[in-house]
């Protein structure tokens, strides 16, 4: 697929995960599939507009094309649609057509094929310095919190919560992650045995996506 071409084949363009996170969600296409950018489109009083779905980091154009089809998916869009936020992968240029403002994001990937200790040693201060306090606490992970007791957890905890339908994306996607043995929870408790705080991961395409957490 145009998505597993890509140098960057992130999860969050693949079809069974759109499904999940933007119900109905369309995309341009050049050619045979030769590219591909998907679409979320939202209408409000007659008005058609673009916006990030949640959950998904990054989207934009896949396979990566050359700037001259960037301007042709762009220039589509910006005729088509009154108000655009949207969140393009890294392989897109910064050149850009005009009506674009644009600005650039951190985007952390940790290379895993490291051993843990080398790993470790680029940890920040602040980071080791919170671990070793989660070790002098005897605080335990464990793999394998069930969907409703983090779901649960994640209301309690959080103090910016998430929208009912937000919650109920989120419902879906570590429904299907785990049972496709593709997502993971992990669960923090304390030495009392109490949970203090858990992530959903999702692993994809050779990566593992930490896609949410509450504590």
Same mark, same amino acid.
């Given at each position: 697929s145009c998505v597993a071409r890509s140098v960057v084949p992130l999860m969050y363009a693949q079809s069974d995960y759109l499904d999940l996170i933007s119900p109905g969600w369309d995309a341009l296409i050049i050619g045979d599939y030769d590219f591909i950018m998907p679409l979320n489109i939202? @209408? @409000?009083?007659?008005i058609n507009f673009l916006l990030q779905p949640i959950f998904a980091q990054q989207h934009g154009i896949f396979p990566e094309a050359t700037a001259s089809v960037q301007h042709i998916f762009l220039n589509y869009i910006k005729e088509h649609f009154m108000y655009v936020a949207i969140q393009l992968n890294p392989t897109h240029s910064v050149d850009i057509p005009d009506g674009f403002q644009l600005s650039q994001h951190t985007n952390f990937i940790l290379n895993l094929t490291t051993t843990y200790e080398e790993l470790k040693n680029n940890y920040s201060k602040h980071t080791r310095r919170q671990i070793r306090k989660a070790e002098d606490n005897k605080v335990v992970v464990i793999k394998g *919190?069930?969907?409703k007791e983090y779901l649960d957890f994640k209301n309690l905890?959080?103090?910016n @919560? *998430? %929208?009912k339908p937000s919650m109920q994306t989120l419902k879906r996607l570590i429904e299907y992650g785990t049972s496709h043995g593709k997502g993971m929870i992990y669960a923090a408790y304390s030495h009392e045995n109490i *949970?203090? %705080? $858990? $992530?959903f991961f999702l692993v994809a395409e050779q990566r593992v996506t930490? *896609?949410? $957490? $509450?504590s």
């Open positions: 939202r @209408k @409000k009083i007659g *919190l069930q969907t905890a959080t103090e @919560k *998430l %929208s *949970l203090c %705080s $858990a $992530a930490y *896609l949410n $957490a $509450a």
